[in-house]
């Protein structure tokens, strides 16, 4: 409960920076709610709609969690190496609901590829057999998430948390994604615009089926492989900025590292 009231009571993580402290204006919207509440200690709420475009770039190592060849669990396999890569364009809706909480939803198109090597054992009518597997895989997204945000004079703070599904073009492959960060940054501004720098570190759990036809054996007979795969390196690092011109304009960068590389940017527009 603490925590939460020191979020309560902490400046919106997009608009507080120094000089805007003494911007009190008075507003006719409705949201976000308590805004009056939070302009009379100095605050300014944020413009609460806003629409805006993003790609993702990522790539990282994979880990097998099952194998069904024609159906048929494999028990006996092992597994050399396992990377993928994929490119996400997401379109994103979002409310501020109150000065501190922001809800979204978005969308969006993934491409990816992924490479596996494995080997398996004891196949029937086939025994061992070393199995290079690459898929390449597209399909649509959908999710939503939220973001806590607060700081204090030129510290912010902010944690965020969303969830999507993607349907995979590939058979009956599926992908469930669950992602959460956290971030410390500081603000700061200039005549017509504020920029925000930050590190901190990212959380994603991902549920990934993929199937495709392959050929096995040594008469090149073709089979239906179907890989169930997660994260290697769920958690990563990563650092970004945040330029605002105005109130309405804005364009993000993020990287990540230490385990799953990604590059994010974004361009927003608030009204």
């Known amino acids: 409960m603490r925590g939460l009231r020191v979020i309560a009571i902490a400046v919106f993580v997009l608009v507080q920076a120094p000089g805007w402290a003494q911007e009190t204006a008075a507003t006719n919207r409705s949201l976000p709610l ?62 501020w609901l109150l000065p501190f909480l922001d809800l979204y939803a978005f969308g969006g198109l993934m491409t990816g590829i992924m490479n596996i090597n494995v080997a398996l054992y004891d196949l029937p009518l086939i025994g061992d057999q070393n199995l290079p597997l690459e898929f390449e895989f597209d399909g649509g997204m959908l999710g939503g ?16 948390g969303n969830y999507s599904k993607v349907d995979l073009s590939t058979f009956e492959s599926k992908l469930d994604m669950f992602m959460a960060s956290g971030r410390l940054g500081v603000v700061t501004s200039g005549s017509g615009w504020d920029a925000m720098f930050w590190a ?68 927003e527009y608030r009204f």
């Open 200 to 267: 901190g570190g990212m959380y994603q759990d991902m549920d990934q089926t993929l199937e495709d036809y392959q050929q096995i054996g040594l008469t090149g007979t073709e089979a239906l492989i179907q890989v169930d795969v997660g994260v290697r390196d769920p958690w990563n690092m990563v650092v970004g900025g945040r330029l605002q011109a105005g109130r309405r304009l804005a364009l993000l960068v993020e990287t990540g590292f230490s385990g799953r590389k990604q590059l994010f940017a974004n361009i």
């Open 34 to 95: 308590l805004a009056g509440t939070f302009e009379e200690y100095g605050y300014k709420s944020p413009l609460p709609f806003g629409a805006s475009l993003g790609v993702m770039f990522s790539n990282q190592n994979f880990v097998m969690d099952g194998l069904r060849v024609d159906g048929q669990p494999v028990e006996a396999f092992a597994i050399s190496s396992s990377r993928g890569s994929n490119f996400m364009l997401m379109p994103k809706v979002d409310m």
């Open 145 to 160: 998430g939220a973001t806590l945000a607060g700081g204090y004079k030129w510290v912010f703070a902010m944690v965020d």
